[in-house]
């Protein structure tokens, strides 16, 4: 992978010690920078770099360049406190000190190479209690998401729910499956990921396959879904009801999570306990109410919400064309739902996005 010469980061120092470390970071990343010794001649190279790093050593010589974003400062000097009094002559967004930053700075780099934009609004998806429907929920919000042109990734977060690509109809597909990613460490190449996964219903889909449930760490689980969310777009996670070290990871990286509770007393007490444990990592929790099987004695919506303490996101619709299995058909009053959930996301979530930078 690599970038032309209006897409490359500049460097810009006399530190040869310095310059090869920057360029061996580049080249670990895939990149291959500009250089340059001192204030470039033209305002061209300045301001269309997508990254600048200024060796401490150069900033001196860099008085009158235009102010801009996306400019490093990098050292090496911990005790230096004069660094931060000439990352403000020269507007660096940021003060390195390296050896120890290194692993930021090849992550800044990769995101130029992959040309990084806004990450993806990530939901998650998770039964207040088994058979809720969860699962279905989330794949009908993935093939909305991906219905309505957005970049769509779908993630089968739980090991023993029997593979998302099943009730999609893709076990079939061509592609990697979460066993494929269980040494993943670090950075995983966004571009890359996207690539490998099964494609089907203008969606990519990351599963299980049909072996032994396979151990994937927690530093794979969130290597993956960052990879997964720096594409930008829409990420889609169901979740599994038990909290463990993976979906913790998973947990981390969620913008706003559906907790799907059919309206029964006994599925609100176990929702309620679920809820407890999610709610310690995830901030922004809403309740989705789904049909019930049973025909006991049935709540309001509204009531669910209250018992659980948390906000209501919607009621699904009781749609008899959607089958939990390869022949599920995301159309009809789901369809209609997922669409909706879309169009009308929670304006609180993405102002939020805004300001932080997320978002579409």
């Known amino acids: 992978m690599g970038c032309d010469a209006r897409g490359a980061p500049l460097i810009v120092t006399e530190d ?3 310059l090869d470390d920057l360029l061996r970071l580049c080249a670990a990343a895939g990149v291959r920078p500009e250089v340059g010794h001192g204030a470039p001649e033209g305002r061209g190279r300045w301001e269309a770099a997508p990254l600048v790093l200024v060796g401490d050593d150069a900033a001196g ?3 009158g360049v235009a102010r801009r974003r996306g400019v490093v400062l990098v050292g090496r000097d911990q005790d230096d406190s004069g660094v ?36 993806a609004l990530t939901v998650g998806v998770i039964g207040g209690r088994g058979g809720a429907g969860a699962s279905t929920l989330a794949c009908a919000l993935a093939v909305a998401s991906a219905r309505a042109g957005r970049r769509t990734l779908l993630v089968d977060a739980d090991p023993l729910g029997g593979g998302l690509d099943v009730l999609l109809g893709a076990e079939a597909v061509d592609g990697l499956r979460w066993p494929a990613f269980a040494q993943s460490r670090g950075r995983v190449g966004s571009t890359a990921l996207e690539e490998s996964l099964p494609f089907l219903r203008d969606l990519r889909l990351l599963s ?5 449930p396979a151990a994937v760490p927690p530093e794979a689980v969130r290597a993956v879904l960052a990879a997964g969310r720096r594409r930008g777009g829409a990420v889609v996670v169901d979740l599994p009801r038990r909290v463990d070290s993976g979906s ?3 947990l981390a990286q969620l913008d706003l999570g559906l907790l799907v509770v059919p309206p029964e007393l006994r599925a609100v007490a176990a929702a309620r306990r679920v809820a407890g444990a999610v ?4 901030r922004d929790l809403r309740v989705v109410t789904a049909p019930a099987r049973g025909a006991g004695a049935l709540l309001e919506a509204d009531e669910v919400a209250r018992l659980l303490g948390l906000p209501l996101a919607g009621e699904l619709p009781l749609d008899g064309r959607v089958l939990a299995g390869p022949a599920a058909d995301f159309g009809g009053a789901m369809g209609r739902f997922c669409a909706a ?6 304006v609180d979530v993405q102002e939020e996005l805004e300001e932080r930078g997320g978002g579409w």
Do not use: Y
Request: charged fraction near 30%; hydrophobic fraction near 50%; proline fraction near 5%.
């Open 16 to 18: 040869v010690e310095l």
């Open 61 to 63: 010589r860099l008085g």
């Open 279 to 282: 709610g310690m990592v995830l």
């Open 208 to 212: 299980w396959d049909r072996g032994e």
């Open 248 to 250: 913790l990871e998973a």
């Open 341 to 346: 959930f879309w169009e009308r996301m929670p």
């Open 84 to 119: 931060w009094r000439r990352a403000v002559e020269v507007g660096a967004d940021h003060v390195l000190m390296l050896p120890d930053g290194e692993q930021w700075l090849m992550d800044r780099i990769a995101d130029v190479a992959e040309g990084v934009g806004r990450p």
